[in-house]
């Protein structure tokens, strides 16, 4: 099956800075990347997802971006605030619409923004 | 007006006993799931149905069972709790096509003593 691996496992930084968060996969037929945010006490919540068929998509201040042929995607957050401090999950799967697959997610990442 | 429910939040109890979480959504989503998150905060699918059906069973003991009486409902059963059955479970559901746009419930948080 798929692996998803996710870097780094905690990341700080100073609020207004920017934070970068890297997955890499192993399947190549993988076609959809999606990114949640996982807040204390809380379910994951979607916050931007991208198919494989394009390159970068942006959301105000988060934008991802997808190298199929290194196998790796990226969570891009710029201006960064407190409340962007959360834990977050990268996935991957083959199996959008099917459910041949599973969606795979990375090990997480929490972020703290210091204000 | 929760968009997708678990009940309950917390459950702690003893080892062998059978136990059971509930999971409603009010999204008109066709597919549910069941992620368990471990101690690690490690997500991994157990269960997915889709307009009562099941569609992925994951490698899961078969102490847990599945039910899904309609398409917004969708319970997990334990039976023989054992200790690291202790994690926090999440239901989740998505609109069109499995695996996307999962929106996930608040969590229940198992204990086994």
């Known amino acids: 099956g798929e692996n998803v691996e996710q870097h780094p496992s905690t990341l700080s930084v100073q609020e207004g800075d920017s934070a970068v968060i890297k997955c890499t996969y192993s399947d190549s037929a993988s076609n959809y990347f999606p990114w949640y945010k996982q807040e204390l006490g809380k379910g994951p919540q979607l916050i931007i997802d991208?198919?494989?068929?394009?390159g970068e998509k942006k959301d105000q201040r988060i934008a991802v971006t997808l190298n199929k042929t290194a196998k790796h995607f990226s969570l891009h957050i710029t201006e960064t605030q407190p409340e962007d401090s959360a834990v977050y999950f990268c996935a991957a799967t083959t199996g959008i619409g099917t459910g041949a697959n599973n969606l795979f997610f990375g090990t997480g990442t929490r972020l703290t923004v210091i204000p | 007006d929760t968009a997708v429910s678990q009940t309950p939040k917390y459950l702690v109890t003893q080892m062998g006993n059978d136990k059971s979480i509930k999971c409603e959504q009010n999204?008109?989503?066709?597919?549910m799931y069941w992620y368990k998150q471990d101690s690690k905060k490690f997500l991994k699918i157990m269960f997915s149905?889709?307009?009562?059906?099941?569609?992925i069973n994951e490698t899961v003991p078969n102490r847990f069972s599945p039910k899904s009486p309609d398409k917004a409902h969708l319970n997990l059963h334990i039976n023989s709790l054992e200790l690291g059955d202790s994690a926090v479970y999440f239901c989740a559901s998505s609109p069109r096509r499995v695996n996307e746009k999962l929106f996930f419930g608040s969590g229940t948080q198992l204990s086994v003593l």
């Open positions: 149905y889709n307009n009562k059906e099941l569609i």
């Open positions: 999204l008109g989503h066709d597919t």
């Open positions: 991208i198919r494989s068929n394009v």
